[in-house]
Every structure is written in C-alpha cells, then in structure tokens.
C-alpha cells in the first residue's frame, strides 16, 4: 500500500521558518503540497514531477516556499520561509502517477497532514 506521512508542523511567529516533509513508501512518483482552510477547498501549491520539474501555483508564496527531494530518504520537503498568518493550516503531501497538477481531485493518496500555525 502506498503510503505518504507528513511531519514538521508546528507553532511559529511571524517571520518564522518551517520545514515540513513528506516520508513516502512505495513508489515515487510525482508529488505536491497543497494546504487547507477550515470551509475552502485545498489549495496546491507546489509540486516536483516524476521527472523533477517544479510548478508553483500560488502568488502568494513565490519567492518563500520552496519544494524538494531527497531521493535517498525517499522523501518531499516543504521549505517555508517569512510566514504570516495567512499561511495557517493543515498541510497535506499528496502522491500522482502523472504530471503535475494543482487539482486536490487528481490525487488519490495523501497523507494526514500537519499542522501550521503562524501566529505571535
């Protein structure tokens, strides 16, 4: 069974950095971080292809987060640099067979999630 589990949320200030990772079992193939808000949708943000291309979906986090692989620990990072509040929410890796996509109904394995909260 394929498996993803995501660690390294947590409390931060404003300002603060994270780094959240996504351990993987199984096979690995092209994988993206999305995030979600209590009453919306889960938003993607940043994904690494089977073949290593890297697509950013969100504006707002051009320049702070950053996404990447460490193939030899079969696991995803989640570089998040200057948080602010509106970063706050549960954070989930999800794991496709395909390119990239921004779509949370593309992806059929997740993880639980972890928990984000930027807050002074």
């Known amino acids: 069974q394929l498996r993803l589990v995501e660690s390294g949320g947590g409390l931060v200030p404003p300002g603060g950095s994270l780094r959240l990772s996504c351990a993987l079992s199984?096979?690995?193939?092209?994988i993206t971080w999305f995030r979600q808000v209590p009453g919306k949708d889960r938003e993607g943000l940043l994904c690494i292809s089977h073949r290593g291309s890297i697509a950013n979906y969100v504006d707002s986090i051009l320049g702070r987060f950053t996404i990447s692989k460490d193939s030899a620990k079969n696991t995803v990072y989640l570089q998040m640099e200057s948080l602010r509040p509106d970063d706050t929410a549960n954070y989930y890796c999800?794991?496709?067979?395909?390119?990239?996509?921004?779509?949370?109904?593309?992806?059929?394995?997740w993880g639980q999630g972890t928990r984000v909260t930027v807050s002074s």
């Open positions: 999800a794991r496709r067979f395909n390119d990239c996509s921004n779509s949370p109904y593309d992806y059929d394995d």
């Open positions: 199984g096979v690995s193939d092209t």
